[in-house]
């Protein structure tokens, strides 16, 4: 039987494989890749996401699969990750379900439509903003948070009433199995996918047409899939990584700053989009904050983190690979350096006399590397980070209010997180996006519902008063546009000489 037309490519389809828990993966036919598609947007044009209790039930069958299934995706965590149980439950599981709950508990209100202010022509009418859904989106999730990155954004998805396609990483082989075995169990079969495919195929899905693609993961493949989306005229979201930087101040609590530090770098082997990817230290303050940091790891994984079932591993030799070299090249190793390629592990590391031209300070560094710079004040601190591009999170740590504000208004990031590290990312009340080249658009709770929702300007007009509108008609003449232009400044809050239209 011969495939259908595809408006890709169709060797991109040789990439996705549908997979059994516990099998490798197989090959998925053309012709069942096209159908999955089909058979969304044909769901979507029969209004079956439109009504509120369809996207209720679909929000509560996550949670329910993230309960019943607990255990399987600490484990699939575990095989892909090294990732521990505490880790895995805090920083994935809980994460969705805060947001499904959010999205549940909202979502009534989220769906009503929005009047806004009226003005003089427009007494008698109705103005509102509908949200309405978009169609099918396409979701990608990163191998470094494999659960949470690829359900949190199809929470928004299913609030907003789309169909939507998910393909998680190839790199987290197990955890995108068991999304791929469970979400048709769980989820509308008609209305939400999985599909496995290869990084390098990424681009050519996109060009499969879909009416938003949201994207999290390096900035190299955000520019390829974002080019491939520009070239179907496909609105994107962009949550890409960058070097978040992380001002220590000397006047701060030491012993804290070092623990937040220590632990929003180390998280998940260093494998993180919002971890802080090196320190700014005040140059009065180093060698306590380097003594800090270590006592902090030796409490934190014990003399030998290999050891330790807090700790986790690269996610494949790739990236263990690239890690190293940027290690071995870069500072001075304070604490840490040890590197075991077998079980693809770095021991967590601190370095310093690391100088700006250093490899892991020109790339993205995801891994369990902390570089420890010196900086003589916060003005030199901000032009250091505003000689970067623009970061995902930015970081600062000091008791000093003036300073904290500097930070926060003086460089422009994605986000922004004083005394603490990674917390405001998480919280379903705050946007998480990035600026510049750390991404574009938005996600967590109701900003979550409008990246997948248009905004739809609605009048709802009658036809009265066409004794005054009738100015605007040809053929046009001095006396209508002076009266026109005497009644916008009828009102101080006049929004123009249109009212009157």
């Not at 681009?203 to 190299?220: A, W």
């Not at 250093?358 to 003005?379: A, H, K, R, S, W």
Request: glycine residues 6%; contains cysteine.
């Amino acid at each position: 039987m011969s495939s259908p037309p595809s408006p890709s490519p169709s060797r991109w389809f040789k990439a996705l494989r549908r997979t059994r828990l516990g099998e490798p993966c197989l090959k998925t036919y053309p012709l069942e890749c096209v159908d999955l598609l089909r058979r969304a947007k044909i769901a979507f044009q029969a209004g079956h996401t439109l009504r509120e209790n369809f996207r209720l039930a679909q929000l509560e069958a996550v949670v329910r699969m993230l309960e019943e299934h607990e255990c399987d995706f600490v484990d699939a965590l575990r095989r892909d990750l090294h990732k521990p149980r505490f880790e895995t439950i805090v920083s994935e599981l809980m994460l969705v379900k805060n947001e499904a709950l959010h999205a549940t508990n909202n979502l009534k209100k989220w769906m009503q439509p929005q009047p806004v202010e009226r003005n003089l022509s427009t007494t008698l009418d109705e103005c509102l903003v509908i949200s309405e859904p978009l169609g099918v989106v396409l979701i990608m999730g990163p191998w470094c948070s494999p659960v949470q990155m690829c359900l949190v954004p199809l929470v928004g998805a299913i609030a907003a009433g789309n169909c939507a396609i998910i393909s998680p990483s190839d790199c987290t082989a197990h955890t995108s199995e068991l999304l791929h075995r469970l979400i048709p169990f769980y989820l509308d079969n008609e209305c939400f996918h999985v599909v496995l495919a290869g990084t390098n195929d990424l681009p050519e899905v996109v060009e499969l047409k879909f009416d938003h693609v949201f994207f999290t993961g390096n900035r190299e493949e955000g520019s390829r899939i974002a080019q491939a989306a520009a070239r179907c005229l496909t609105p994107v979201t962009l949550i890409l990584g960058g070097k978040n930087p992380c001002y220590v101040d000397q006047h701060c609590d030491i012993a804290t700053t070092a623990q937040r530090v220590a632990w929003a770098r180390f998280h998940n082997a260093g494998q993180s989009l919002v971890a802080p990817d090196y320190v700014l230290c005040h140059v009065d303050v180093k060698a306590r904050l380097v003594q800090a940091l270590k006592c902090c790891l030796m409490q934190f994984y014990g003399d030998d983190p290999r050891e330790s079932r807090s700790y986790g591993r690269m996610v494949n030799l790739e990236i263990f690979n690239r890690t190293r070299d940027m290690l071995w090249r870069s500072g001075k190793v304070a604490v840490g350096g040890q590197v075991i390629e077998a079980e693809k592990y770095i021991a967590p590391t601190i370095l310093t006399e690391v100088a700006e031209s250093d490899p892991i300070m020109q790339q993205d560094v995801f891994g369990p590397i902390l570089p420890v710079l010196t900086v003589n004040d916060v003005d030199e601190a901000i032009a250091f980070i505003n000689k970067q591009e623009k970061p995902l999170c930015v970081y600062a740590y000091s008791t000093n209010s003036k300073v904290i504000s500097r930070l926060m208004s003086e460089t422009s990031s994605g986000s922004f997180c004083s005394n603490d590290s990674v917390l405001q990312s998480l919280m379903v009340a705050l946007p998480f996006g990035g600026v510049g080249a750390s991404g574009m658009g938005y996600c967590h709770g109701h900003h979550s519902f409008y990246t997948f929702s248009h905004r739809k300007s609605c009048l709802l007009r009658g036809t009265r008063f066409e004794c005054v509108t009738y100015l605007r008609y040809p053929p046009y003449e001095d006396r209508n546009l002076s009266l026109m232009t005497w009644a916008s400044t009828l009102s101080q809050k006049s929004q123009g000489w249109c009212q009157i239209l």
